[in-house]
């Protein structure tokens, strides 16, 4: 076996001794990676037992993590210059003693890894797993049960009884929650974040997303850049 293999199986056996709900927070965004991996495959459902933040905003990382992965953004400039200012000291020979530099991070990005959502109900729990995988496929009510093999009215039951809304409710939050993410964290297309979500144009979901958030795409990424 590889080295992360032996690796992950002590993750595992980690993770199943914590007490749930636990949150995990890695020193980075690829372990924070790893422990996602660990989690899956102990069974262990993220975020509903294990929470995860990593550290860095790798977008690469963090996107293509299942689930996407919550992470701290680093402040690179700040960390720049603060770099660049303790190397003028040293060149200057004007650094006294060894000195601890610490700042802010530019804040935590969240993504799927961190959703808070106080669910105990595995049926529940699958169904969530499912509809946030595929909620860009245009599924419905029927797939989800499908998926689980019960019947419609079960599931709906037992979510009303779990989160106090519809099947069709989550659907709809999950998708329009990946669109909000997507188009203020990413540089991705309108059109790509349309077709990842499963909206037939980048025209239509901008019709639907003023109308859900308030404003345009343009304008909400806008003033997510500038904060």
Request: glycine share 6%; hydrophobic share 45%; charged share 25%.
């Amino acid at each position: 076996r590889s080295e992360w293999e032996r690796e992950r199986a002590a993750m595992c056996r980690w993770l199943n001794k914590l007490p749930k709900p636990v949150a995990v927070f890695a020193a980075n965004d690829a372990r924070g990676r790893q422990v996602l991996d660990a989690c899956l495959a102990a069974d262990l459902p993220v975020p509903y037992q294990v929470a995860v933040l990593g550290v860095n905003n790798d977008e690469l990382i963090c996107e293509t993590s299942q689930p996407p992965l919550s992470s701290v953004a680093v402040d690179v400039e700040h960390a720049g210059y603060a770099a660049a200012e303790l190397l003028d000291h040293l060149m200057r020979g004007t650094l006294r003693e060894p000195r601890l530099i610490t700042y802010q991070p530019a804040g935590v990005v969240r993504r799927a890894s961190t959703e808070r959502l106080p669910v105990t109900d595995r049926l529940v729990i699958r169904a969530l797993e499912y509809i946030r995988i595929n909620a860009g496929l245009n599924i419905r009510v029927t797939d989800v049960a499908g998926h689980l093999g019960v019947t419609r009215r079960w599931i709906e039951k037992r979510f009303a009884a779990e989160l106090d809304r519809s099947v069709l409710d989550e659907i709809k939050r999950v998708r329009f929650e990946t669109v909000r993410g997507l188009v203020s964290q990413t540089g991705l297309a309108f059109t790509e974040i349309a077709h990842r979500c499963g909206f037939t144009s980048a025209n239509h979901l901008g019709i639907i997303f003023k109308a859900h958030f308030g404003v345009t795409m343009s304008a909400y990424r806008e003033q997510h850049a500038r904060s």
